[in-house]
């Protein structure tokens, strides 16, 4: 498990250091918190229901900009889903990492892991992987994940996995960027 984690967040500070040096896309995508702040209101009420969080229970902890690859391997003629490997930005700098499970970890030591996803298609599906909300369940150290029980993946870019057919052995991994939204009790 140990050894997972540290090859998870190697991984996952190589990824963010190609994709951010790359392509510059931690400024491109604003966090939840600043959208949420310049627009007067949370963009939560915006959102299909089916991924909304409960205002009147929850509140907003945490908010970070995603920035990395969902990788994909050749099985049966098809790509399928099998992780993916980011960092957690906060105005511009990691903070965190996500991975297979799905989880998060922050440098502070705290960790949330995800379970019962429930999807809502991008805008647009063809190019960006689907919105999500995630129950969450915290461990590890006091700190920015300690008491989270929603996640939400948000204004997703890419990350679609490849069309048409493939043969194995092959594994692609596709850039992509997402807001997350981390929520805990009020």
């Known amino acids: 498990m140990k050894r997972r984690f540290i ?3 190697a991984a996952a500070f190589a990824v963010t250091a190609s994709v951010v040096t790359a392509s ?13 702040a310049q627009g007067g209101g949370t963009p939560n009420s915006q959102l299909p229901v089916a991924i909304q969080v409960d205002e ?4 907003v902890v945490a908010s970070f900009v995603g920035i990395g690859k969902q ?13 993916p490997v980011a960092g ?14 799905p989880f998060w970890a922050s440098f502070d030591g705290s960790h949330v892991d995800g379970s019962g ?9 063809t190019k960006n ?9 915290s461990s590890g150290a006091a700190g920015v994940f300690s008491n989270v029980t929603f996640i939400q993946r948000l204004d997703t870019r890419g990350g679609v996995a490849p069309a048409g057919t493939c043969v194995a052995p092959k594994t692609v991994a ?3 960027s997402a807001n997350y939204v981390f929520w805990g009790p009020k």
């Open 117 to 125: 996803a429930v999807p809502a298609p991008s805008p647009d599906p």
């Open 174 to 176: 596709v850039d992509y």
């Open 88 to 101: 957690l930005l906060s105005r511009g700098v990691q903070a965190a990492i996500h991975g297979k499970g």
């Open 71 to 83: 990788v994909y391997d050749c099985n049966a003629g098809t790509f399928t889903f099998r992780e």
């Open 56 to 59: 009147t229970k929850f509140k």
């Open 129 to 137: 992987i689907p919105w999500l909300r995630l129950a969450g369940a």
């Open 7 to 9: 090859a998870g967040l």
């Open 24 to 36: 510059g896309a931690a400024a491109a995508t604003p966090d939840v918190a600043t959208a949420s």
